[in-house]
């Protein structure tokens, strides 16, 4: 079965950097997403993409962060200015339909990020 | 390899009634925590339980309600008198704690009927 992959599976980073957190998205699929999972519970939406651009965000998803679709596999989510408080598990997930509570969406493995 | 399965795509009910959501998954760990998630339209994830591995009594959370069988690696959830409200896509989730992983299933979208 088709999956999707994320890279690196752990980062650690110092508080102010900048990090980019990779996801390749099932090929076929059009509509994309990023969440994450603070204190092992809570799970956030952050963001969707389609078509080249953001079709829905959060308000935890700031200036801070953008998303980009470089080469047409991957899926990449920026933390320009890494706070203590971004210390999460990231996870990308891709569905081929993009309406709410209609789509199939296939989460990765998530990438577990430490800001120190 | 790990895995995370939500055997049911969709399901409707009528309000009021009882429903069960099915999860099973796959692992050889034996420190792991499973959740099921809620995820309304709006695409913000409500943890509506979680349930630790060693823990052999059934969590409870209201009208939400686990079976969790270990040996069988089942871990479906029970909504009673179900409402309107409830009406969303129900994710389940394995994260072991050894390889600090999370897993979801592919989710089952329930249906509240009036």
């Known amino acids: 079965e088709p999956e999707v992959t994320q890279t690196p599976s752990h980062q650690v980073t110092q508080m102010g950097q900048e990090v980019i957190l990779r996801c390749v998205p099932i090929?076929?699929?059009?509509?994309f997403y990023w969440y994450r999972q603070i204190l092992g519970q809570k799970v956030e939406f952050l963001v969707s993409f389609y078509n080249n651009e953001i079709s829905e965000k959060s308000e935890i998803f700031d200036d801070q962060f953008s998303v980009e679709r470089p080469d047409g596999s991957n899926f990449t989510l920026k933390i320009r200015s890494t706070k203590l408080e971004d210390s999460a598990m990231y996870f990308c997930?891709?569905?081929?339909?993009?309406?709410?509570?209609?789509?199939?969406?296939?989460f990765g493995p998530g990438t577990r990020l430490l800001v120190l | 390899a790990q895995t995370v399965t939500q055997s049911q795509p969709e399901m409707s009910v009528q309000e009021a009634e009882t429903v069960t959501l099915s999860c099973t998954y796959d692992?050889?760990?034996?420190?792991?925590?499973l959740f099921w998630y809620k995820q309304p339209p709006s695409r913000q994830m409500i943890l509506v339980i979680r349930q630790e591995a060693y823990k052999q009594q059934n969590a409870t959370e209201n009208r939400f309600s686990v079976n969790f069988q270990k040996a069988a690696k089942s871990f479906s959830l029970k909504i009673s008198d179900s409402q309107l409200g409830d009406t969303a896509m129900y994710f389940c989730a394995v994260y072991m704690n050894r390889d600090d992983k999370i897993i979801f299933g592919k989710g089952t979208r329930l249906h509240i009927l009036p």
């Open positions: 090929s076929n699929h059009l509509y």
């Open positions: 692992t050889s760990e034996n420190n792991y925590y």
């Open positions: 997930a891709s569905s081929d339909s993009g309406r709410p509570g209609q789509e199939t969406q296939y």
